[in-house]
T-cell receptor
Framework: RKEVEQDPGPFNVPEGATVAFNCTYSNSASQSFFWYRQDCRKEPKLLMS???SGNEDGRFTAQLNRASQYISLLIRDSKLSDSATYLCVVESNFGNEKLTFGTGTRLTIIP | DAGVTQSPTHLIKTRGQQVTLRCSPKSGHDTVSWYQQALGQGPQFIFQ???????QRGNFPDRFSGHQFPNYSSELNVNALLLGDSALYLC?????????FGPGTRLTVT
């Protein structure tokens, strides 16, 4: 079983729609969780950290369920510029530890 | 404030050769991690350097080695290149927090 599992997609979603991504992780000792965004042939960029209480940044909402070892990302009112690959990322301890990435979910927003 | 920089941008090598990739961390960051990203996959952790020492290592053979300099910049060396080493090599820097990635070096082994 992979340490971090994501549905690779692709997700093709009309502009303005809401889209949700899910991710599961196998290491129950994992401490920190993130969503990164990666555009084609570019480096991953931190989108947001994920907390048990849930957190929101504009149109983006992330949620963590430690009991189920499940992480989610919700994008509301999707824009063409949201087209990218979204990487679910888990860190074994707090700060400066290795990141374990999922394979990524490819999202394309259709005009 | 410059972000993480990497050089070269692209590189083509032949099987059996050796390669050195370079990374300069974001200003103020003291930790450098290296990742390998094959096409269609997420990045895979190679190793991490802190205070000029290798602090953690992923499941990569000894052909992969590295170094960190007093100014926190880092090098990744790969010996005896294999075709399967073709990938995007990413450097990330951090300071007790989230990791920020450089643009990567795209290595092609022929």
């Amino acid at each position: 079983r992979k340490e971090v599992e994501q549905d690779p997609g692709p997700f093709n979603v009309p502009e303005g729609a809401t889209v949700a991504f899910n991710c599961t992780y196998s290491n129950s000792a994992s401490q920190s969780f993130f969503w990164y965004r990666q555009d084609c042939r570019k480096e991953p960029k931190l989108l947001m950290s994920v907390y048990s209480s849930g957190n929101e940044d504009g149109r983006f909402t992330a949620q963590l369920n430690r009991a189920s070892q499940y992480i989610s990302l919700l994008i509301r009112d999707s824009k063409l510029s949201d087209s990218a690959t979204y990487l679910c990322v888990v860190e074994s301890n707090f700060g400066n530890e290795k990141l374990t990435f999922g394979t990524g979910t490819r999202l394309t927003i259709i005009p | 404030d410059a972000g993480v920089t990497q050089s070269p941008t692209h590189l083509i090598k032949t099987r059996g050769q050796q390669v050195t990739l370079r990374c300069s961390p974001k200003s103020g960051h003291d930790t450098v991690s290296w990742y390998q990203q094959a096409l269609g996959q997420g990045p895979q952790f190679i190793f991490q350097y802190y205070e000029e020492e290798e602090r953690q290592r992923g499941n990569f053979p000894d052909r992969f080695s590295g170094h960190q300099f007093p100014n926190y910049s880092s090098e990744l060396n790969v010996n005896a290149l294999l075709l399967g080493d073709s990938a995007l090599y990413l450097c990330a820097s951090s300071l007790a927090g989230a990791q920020y990635f450089g643009p990567g070096t795209r290595l092609t082994v022929t």
